[in-house]
């Protein structure tokens, strides 16, 4: 079964903000609404250091739907608007959303809001109008940074997608298995991923 998904290099991440610009633009995002975020984390201390420059470490971490495995916003949908798709993102049917925004209130990384003026619920769709194409997402297409790959989380994230063909695995500094994270999962189970070599991972699991 497909699973499509995004993984992130943590180390290329630059914190431009390019990715959310970008998903604004294609998506027709509402002002004030964002369908991912960048956070910054840190500065924090370095382990065995003083806490003082240049003992400390940041780095940014981008955050939308995770487009669950077994999505919590899914189970609680009373009208089957939210769904999973064929090639594995989770979807909302328009037509089908009573605002009723139980899934807001299910999904644990608070990335759903309602659209007041059309009194539905909205998210990140991974660009469905796009990879149905054979697209990227756009905020992969738009990373400056190389940050973000798009491919399918039943394989090797190696094999993921970068805007100019090549793979993860070609264009990235070498990373190994046990620097591949994943937000805290509480029987979600999220696809996304994120990859950090020489920071301490502070995304949860």
Same mark, same amino acid.
């Given at each position: 079964?497909?699973?499509?998904a995004?993984?992130?290099?943590?180390?290329? &991440?630059?914190g &431009? *903000?390019?990715?959310?610009?970008?998903?604004?633009?294609? @998506?027709?995002?509402?002002t004030?609404s964002?369908?991912n975020?960048?956070?910054?984390?840190g500065? @924090?201390?370095?382990e065995g250091?003083s806490?003082?420059? $240049?003992?400390?470490?940041?780095?940014? *971490?981008n955050?939308?739907?995770q487009?669950?495995a077994?999505?919590?916003?899914?189970?609680?949908c009373?009208?089957?608007?939210?769904h999973?798709?064929?090639d594995?993102?989770?979807?909302i049917?328009?037509?089908? &959303?009573?605002g009723?925004?139980?899934c807001?209130?299910a999904?644990?990384?608070?990335?759903?809001y309602?659209?007041?003026?059309?009194?539905?619920?909205?998210k990140c769709?991974l660009?469905?109008?796009?990879?149905?194409?054979?697209e990227?997402?756009?905020c992969v297409?738009?990373?400056c940074g190389?940050?973000?790959?798009f491919?399918?989380?039943?394989?090797?994230v190696r094999?993921?997608?970068? $805007?100019?063909?090549?793979t993860?695995?070609?264009?990235?500094?070498?990373?190994?298995?046990e620097?591949v994270h994943k937000?805290?999962?509480?029987? @979600?189970?999220?696809?996304?991923?994120?990859?950090?070599?020489?920071m301490?991972?502070?995304?949860?699991?």
């Open positions: 079964m497909t699973q499509y995004i993984v992130t290099d943590l180390d290329r &991440c630059v &431009c *903000l390019a990715c959310s610009v970008a998903c604004k633009v294609v @998506n027709g995002v509402p004030g964002f369908w975020k960048t956070l910054r984390i500065p @924090n201390p370095k250091g806490g003082q420059w $240049p003992d400390v470490e940041l780095y940014f *971490l955050v939308g739907c487009h669950c077994e999505p919590e916003c899914v189970k609680v009373p009208t089957e608007a939210s999973i798709a064929a594995g993102t989770v979807q049917d328009k037509s089908k &959303c009573i009723c925004q139980f807001a209130m999904c644990p990384y608070g990335v759903r309602l659209n007041e003026d059309e009194g539905v619920v909205e769709t660009c469905e109008q796009k990879i149905a194409q054979g990227l997402p756009q297409s738009q990373c190389m940050a973000r790959w491919g399918d989380a039943e394989g090797d094999e993921f997608r970068g $805007p100019r063909g090549e993860a695995g070609e264009f990235l500094e070498e990373f190994s298995d620097q937000l805290p999962d509480v029987g @979600n189970k999220p696809s996304f991923a994120y990859i950090l070599r020489d301490k991972w502070q995304g949860g699991e």
